[in-house]
């Protein structure tokens, strides 16, 4: 098993290299996870958000709109790159009372009781110890707070996870070995449960994945995904190699020129009852 400060190192190199291309591939494919997320939190104005794992701030920027101008969004990542983009952001936009820190997921610099609402969007699967960001997300609430998380769903109902395979087949990456263990039935949940939450819900959802074209399903899969570290290690005639691998394992799911990928998303939320 890859050692867990190694997998950090992995996973803040990799998303440093995934940065520039994460929105153009992932903004609308990821939409409804984030959708039902921000339905179960049900932010409110003046609200304080906490956004683990928050990448480019898609769900953070969504969420500030949500708490109005008084309330506040404090995002965290572990890539530098990512938080420089969503910090970048921000101050294109002029926006107050929200910003992003590089920071570990499994070790928050955040006080206790501090926040009303925490959420992680699509980032749980990538943690060495997502029990222990669940228990750090907890601990930064204020009792009655609640937390939100959304994960991939089952390996067997997301098109395009073969990639791990054809990675780890030229190079060992082990970058999220239980990539797909948070979606299995009821595993999301037992984590929020054994992390102290309670009245957790939990909704599963089914959705399609749209690329237009043979390029942007590949640009998702490797540059702009996890597995961007290994795979910008590979010399050009590897990468054409996995390209070719990659669109024959998906062929099943072309249409026109482009591609429709099942997918699946599990979303759970669960309060802080306790002082």
Not at 72 to 88: C, L, P, R
Not at 207 to 221: D, F, I, P, R
């Amino acid at each position: 098993m890859m050692d867990p400060a190694f997998q950090r190192r992995v996973q803040r190199y990799g998303w440093d290299k995934a940065a520039a291309y994460y929105e153009n591939f992932w903004q609308d494919q990821l939409k409804p996870a984030q959708d039902l997320m921000l339905e179960l939190l049900k932010l409110q104005p003046r609200e304080k958000v906490l956004d683990v794992a928050s990448g480019t701030g898609l769900v953070s920027f969504r969420a500030k709109q949500q708490v109005g101008a008084d309330g506040y969004v404090f995002g965290t990542d572990i890539s530098e790159k990512m938080v420089a983009i969503s910090n970048d952001i921000a101050k294109e936009k002029d926006l107050r009372n929200i910003q992003f820190e590089r920071m570990d997921a499994e070790d928050l610099q955040v006080p206790d009781q501090e926040f009303d609402a925490a959420m992680c969007a699509l980032g749980l699967m990538y943690v060495p110890d997502p029990l222990k960001a669940l228990k750090e997300m907890y601990r930064a609430l204020k009792t009655g707070g609640r937390a939100a998380a959304a994960v991939w769903g089952q390996r067997d109902h997301c098109g395009w996870s073969g990639t791990f395979d054809i990675i780890d087949r030229r190079v060992t990456s082990e970058v999220c070995p239980m990539f797909f263990n948070l979606g299995n039935p009821n595993q999301l949940s037992l984590y929020f449960k054994v992390a102290g939450y309670s009245s957790i819900t939990s909704k599963k959802i089914s959705t399609k994945l749209y690329y237009e074209s043979a390029e942007e399903a590949c640009g998702a899969a490797f540059p702009g995904g996890p597995m961007a570290l290994a795979y910008n290690k590979f010399s050009d005639a590897v990468k054409d190699e996995v390209h070719a691998e990659y669109l024959e394992s998906i062929d099943k799911y072309k249409n026109g020129n482009g591609y429709e990928l099942p997918g699946e998303f599990v979303v759970a939320i669960g309060r802080k009852l306790e002082p």
